[in-house]
């Protein structure tokens, strides 16, 4: 597609399940990034991909995040044993080299019962 | 990394009116990007600016950088209601791979 692709849009989940989170980038967009949204709030930045590498975990709020990029392309990040702080929109965006716009997927809003 | 400041953090309008938002940094930055967040929507890129001092217009918009390239500001004209939405200021460092994103400023416009 043309622009950045997020799946699913919606994901409600029980406390404690498993979450995979998924972004299909730009193509030809090395540069992939994670941020958090909650209601009304600014930008939480989480994870910073060049390529397959994650050089910048810095964001991730604690151990039960991680996230991974395969082919320089698809990103999945996976939330373990969810609680309900986690419950957010969760954004993607990529572009073409670090610094320069991003592009934003619709995002996936999670929420956790 | 980079701390960006926004201000205000809301700005009610009276349509057809002006406002002003501001965005100011810590330390130098190479370059600030703005964004444009509508409601339920995702944030969607408007401009970037690279050069000290530097002014871009959009329409009713003016994007501005400034001279020492720590602060920018974007000045909207004749607001209309079309422009309520969330707008982020965000900047880097010539080394920084990653956006430092403010806080945001919510604009609503009274008809």
């Known amino acids: 597609g043309a622009g950045v692709s997020q799946s699913p849009s919606n994901k409600v989940t029980e406390k404690g399940k498993d979450v995979e989170l998924r972004c299909d980038p730009i193509?030809?967009?090395?540069?992939l990034y994670w941020y958090r949204q909650s209601l009304g709030q600014g930008l939480e930045f989480l994870i910073y991909f060049q390529g397959n590498s994650a050089p910048d975990k810095s964001g991730l709020p604690s151990d039960r995040f991680s996230a991974e990029r395969t082919g320089g392309s698809v990103s999945t990040l996976t939330i373990q044993r969810t609680q309900q702080e986690d419950s957010a929109v969760y954004l993607c965006a990529s572009s073409w080299a670090p610094n320069q716009p991003q592009h934003f997927g619709d995002g996936t809003r999670l929420s956790i019962l | 990394g980079q701390q960006v400041m926004q201000i205000p953090q809301y700005q009610h309008v009276q349509e057809g009116e002006d406002f002003t938002t501001y965005c100011n940094s810590s330390?130098?930055?190479?370059?600030i990007q703005w964004y444009k967040q509508r409601p339920g929507g995702h944030p969607v890129f408007l401009i970037q600016l690279v050069k000290s001092g530097e002014v871009k217009k959009q329409k009713r918009l003016t994007f501005q950088f400034g001279e020492a390239k720590k602060n920018s500001s974007l000045h909207i004209t004749a607001t209309q209601t079309t422009d309520v939405g969330t707008y982020f200021c965000a900047g880097s460092g010539s080394n920084d791979y990653k956006l430092s994103f403010g806080a945001g400023t919510t604009v609503t416009v009274r008809a």
């Open positions: 330390t130098t930055l190479s370059n």
């Open positions: 193509s030809g967009h090395t540069a």
